[in-house]
């Protein structure tokens, strides 16, 4: 009976065997695939690996705080605000459903924040006082050719009355001379019309004449739909509209224009709003309203703390035409600045007293002959001296550019970038500048490993610059997510790679540097899930999370200040810490203010040390508001091997 049992068992582990060996030659690829990626888990893993290349890791987002993030501001609280406003969602939209979260990476908590508007795709940057402005934002959503069921388009609202503005409330209906209805789809304001001295000469819009005075119609424009679908509402010429419900001599004094009403694709349109966010209250409070509807502006913190607002699509949809603005933060209010056209969600660096440099970098809208070369902006005089040498210049869409560190060195980078539109072509060049040059020019720099548009660019404690993400193809097409990361060294002039990253980003997408010295990478939009582009995309709400290889490299430089958290322009502060002898450098960082792969605030600026006798380091902050613009900042202190502190918090101000 032994000796059966034996048998009977060896030929059940033989039949056992031979079943394994069957399955494995079936499923080889998957047995493979599946050892291969247990290798690299464990790979990437090891201590080794990570004191070289870093290391990603989720962050833990809980999903009632989940969001489509187009926006990630670092805050001087140290949390991080994510704003979506509606996120690129039509039925958030339309529902009013607008979203804001507030995420403490120290702590790892999150919390929703009421959103007032949406926000979607405004324009932010820090103010003086810690404050974050937010302006512009989604207005009306794009309808492609083909979808449009109402023809639309501008009217102009004109009004002869010298003595009053006037009000006319969304849904107000424009008649045409033919019985066509049109409504209005936002409120509009029509100033009072002017006067004016007959001895100025003529005006095309003078209407009446009031003694020695001549009155100038005004006007505003509002965007009206027929109310009817179909072509009847198609017009190519110019008509004069009547204003329903109006009476007696209202009638004559208020009425439509309009040129070009149709059918064709209407593209997102902007909101005059502005807020500002406060990191105290965590609430957002509506500030004085810009003169024009921005979406996709671009915000720029000059050096007496105001900011300057460019660009964007306006009430109609079209690019603003260079009608720019700046707001006060001690009035809340925007007065007119300089004329000049730029594409949407141009990059600007703040780089002397009022000096803009444009990079060329843009977000897309607008005509790729107009607005896209590179150049210095003197907001004094509105002149604007190209910048040339820029290699691939037609493939600047979706680049991503950077004031490289330090600030000093007044050195600006570009990399990457996309054909204009939904074009394929995408680019692996980068370039510098060298604003400090007699004649700027770009130089070449290295290339990127490939070809990329999106690409995020996060300036480093160590002054360096980490890049990662971005796809190949527009919006991700193709499945041409690229998942590879790596550092730029100014000082060496080349890349070195880090650790690949899990998550895919390409379009709305963004990337900060956190005070603890980690990169937290957040959102992506592609229109596609597949390599075939059959399936449609879906949203990355995940939050990746990395670690560079200096957070492994041992115990970090410890540092605090003396209790001063509050100091002006070219004064000297005081830090204390035991590990004087091993620092080497001292780093002043603006936060990031992140969108569309584009970040206008961050700046790391050198700062000279002086070691004092009680071990304590004494470190003078610049007196050029241009090179530090009021605000909050971090202050990281670097030992030689490029291990940084935890950063401290400083509120520089301008007296």
Not at 317 to 338: C, F, H, L, M, R
Not at 567 to 576: A, N, Q
Not at 581 to 592: D, E, K
Request: with cysteine; glycine share 10%.
């Amino acid at each position: 009976m032994a000796k059966r049992l034996a048998r009977l068992t060896n030929r059940k582990n033989l039949l056992g065997t031979a079943a394994v060996v069957v399955l494995a030659a079936v499923n080889a690829p998957a047995v493979t695939g599946f050892a291969q990626h247990a290798y690299h888990r464990y790979e990437i893993s090891r201590p080794e690996y990570k004191a070289k290349y870093g290391h990603w890791a989720l962050a833990a987002l809980p999903e009632r705080y989940r969001l489509n993030s187009i926006h990630a501001i670092l805050l001087h609280t140290g949390k991080v605000l994510l704003i979506a406003g509606s996120g690129n969602n039509v039925k958030h939209f339309n529902g009013g459903v607008f979203k804001s979260t507030l995420w403490d990476p120290a702590a790892d908590t999150f919390k929703k924040i009421d959103t007032p508007a949406d926000l979607f795709c405004s324009g932010h940057t820090q103010l003086p006082d810690g404050k974050i402005l937010i302006a512009g934002g989604t207005a009306r959503y794009e309808v492609l050719e083909g979808d449009v069921t109402r023809a639309g388009g501008a009217m102009l609202v004109m009004s002869k009355d010298p003595d009053h503005a006037r009000t006319f409330p969304k849904g107000t209906v424009f008649r045409s001379p033919s019985g066509v209805e049109y409504r209005s789809q936002f409120a509009v304001t029509v100033p009072a019309a002017k006067k004016a001295p007959i001895s100025r000469g003529g005006n095309a819009k003078v209407i009446s004449q009031e003694g020695n005075a001549k009155v100038i119609a005004s006007e505003a424009r509002v965007f009206v739909e027929a109310i009817e679908k179909g072509p009847l509402g198609i017009t190519n010429t110019t008509e004069q509209y009547e204003i329903r419900g109006l009476q007696g001599k209202d009638t004559d004094t208020f009425y439509g224009v309009a040129d070009k009403l149709g059918l064709d694709k209407k593209d997102f349109q902007g909101i005059k709003n502005a807020y500002e966010f406060d990191p105290v209250t965590e609430k957002y409070t509506k500030v004085g309203s810009m003169s024009e509807a921005r979406w996709y502006p671009t915000m720029t913190t000059l050096p007496d703390g105001r900011v300057l607002a460019v660009s964007g699509l306006d009430d109609i949809g079209q690019v603003v035409p260079g009608k720019n603005e700046i707001y006060d933060p001690a009035t809340k209010t925007w007065s007119k600045a300089p004329t000049r056209y730029f594409p949407t969600y141009p990059s600007f660096f703040l780089t002397a007293p009022g000096k803009i440099f444009y990079t060329g970098s843009n977000a897309g809208y607008g005509p790729s002959d107009k607005g896209r070369t590179p150049g210095l902006w003197d907001l004094k005089t509105n002149r604007f001296t190209p910048v040339p040498g820029l290699t691939d210049p037609d493939i600047m869409e979706t680049s991503s550019s950077v004031l490289l560190p330090p600030a000093q060195d007044k050195k600006v980078m570009v990399l990457g970038g996309g054909g204009v539109g939904e074009s394929r072509a995408a680019t692996s060049r980068t370039a510098i500048v060298d604003l400090k040059a007699a004649h700027p020019a770009f130089r070449p720099g290295p290339h990127l490993p490939e070809n990329t548009r999106y690409l995020n660019s996060v300036i480093m404690p160590d002054d360096t610059v980490f890049t990662t993400g971005g796809s190949s193809g527009y919006r991700g097409k193709g499945a041409s997510d690229i998942l590879k990361a790596q550092f730029y060294d100014p000082a060496a002039g080349a890349f070195v790679p880090a650790a690949d990253p899990t998550v895919g980003r390409n379009y709305h997408t963004e990337a900060l540097l956190l005070p603890d010295g980690r990169v937290a990478v957040f959102g992506s939009d592609p229109l596609f899930s597949d390599e075939a582009d059959t399936r449609p995309g879906h949203f990355e709400q995940r939050v990746e999370v990395y670690s560079p290889p200096y957070l492994f490299h041992g115990a970090r430089p410890r540092l605090q200040h003396d209790g001063t958290t509050d100091v002006p322009l070219g004064d000297e502060v005081t830090l204390r810490t035991p590990d004087a002898a091993r620092i080497t450098r001292v780093r002043l960082m603006r936060p990031g203010s992140a969108t569309h792969v584009t970040d206008f605030d961050q700046r790391s600026v050198a700062l000279k040390v002086v070691r004092h006798t009680d071990g304590s380091l004494a470190v003078r902050i610049p007196g050029d508001p241009s090179l530090v613009p009021p605000g909050w900042y971090t202050v990281v202190a670097t030992d030689g091997a490029g291990t940084p502190s935890k950063a401290v918090w400083l509120h520089v101000r301008q007296d």
